[in-house]
T-cell receptor, first 115, second 111 residues
């Protein structure tokens, strides 16, 4: 499968616990994005990487959130001390920079439920 | 301030009809306008995208119409089918940068 892969697909956690999600982008894509989507809303940008460098973070990304892309390939998103308001679908997307290459392809997402 | 406004929120059409979904944006710096289709429990899938140097783009049954002066663009689905029932999102972007999405339109195509 050459698409964007996210794991796990579902995660249920107790409030206050830490969770980590993984994203494997399309192999040649150098840009990787994290978005959050709540029920009935469009995806909202959280952060993005070009290769291993994290170039922008949204104000939505509180101090409890951290993302890494250590070797410019897969990425992880960690949420510390989860709150019920963190319950959402976390989406990863990737794209390839270059002339005319702007299409971002999304993974299936990780649905987080904080109880 | 909402950077992209999408309408309608929901839409019901008969099979074979032509649903039209509209989006309006504010920032003239945007130069990339994609539409995504999302089924329940799945990630958004890119349908079709347009750049501001053309006024219309067609791919299969999907057409984007773009009005640069009005800062509006729309998605038309020709000969709609029940399998097209999904939520559709417009988005705006600048270069290969982050996308800002509309709130979505839930389309139901009834047989």
């Amino acid at each position: 499968d050459t698409g964007v892969s996210q794991n796990p697909r579902h995660k249920i956690t107790k409030r206050g616990q830490n969770v980590t999600f993984r994203c494997d982008p399309i192999s040649e894509h150098n840009r990787l994005y994290w978005y959050r989507q709540t029920l009935g809303q469009g995806p909202e940008f959280l952060t993005y990487f070009q290769n291993e460098a994290q170039l922008e973070k949204s104000r939505l990304l509180s101090d409890r959130f951290s993302a890494e892309r250590p070797k410019g390939s897969f990425s992880t998103l960690e949420i510390q001390r989860t709150e019920q308001g963190d319950s959402a679908m976390y989406l990863c997307a990737s794209s390839l920079t270059g002339a005319g290459n702007t299409e971002a392809f999304f993974g299936q997402g990780t649905r987080l439920t904080v109880v | 301030q909402q950077q992209v406004k999408q309408s309608p929120q929901s839409l019901i059409v008969q099979k074979g009809g032509i649903p039209i979904i509209n989006c309006a944006y504010e920032n003239t710096a945007f130069d990339y306008f994609p539409w995504y289709q999302q089924f329940p429990g799945k990630g958004p899938a890119l349908l079709i995208a347009i750049r501001p140097d053309v006024s219309e783009k067609k791919e299969g049954r999907f057409t984007i119409s773009f009005n640069k002066s009005a800062k509006q663009f729309s998605l038309h689905i020709m000969d709609s089918q029940p399998g097209d029932s999904a939520t559709y999102f417009c988005a705006v972007g600048a270069g290969s940068y982050q996308l800002t999405f509309g709130k979505g339109t839930k389309l139901s195509v009834i047989p």
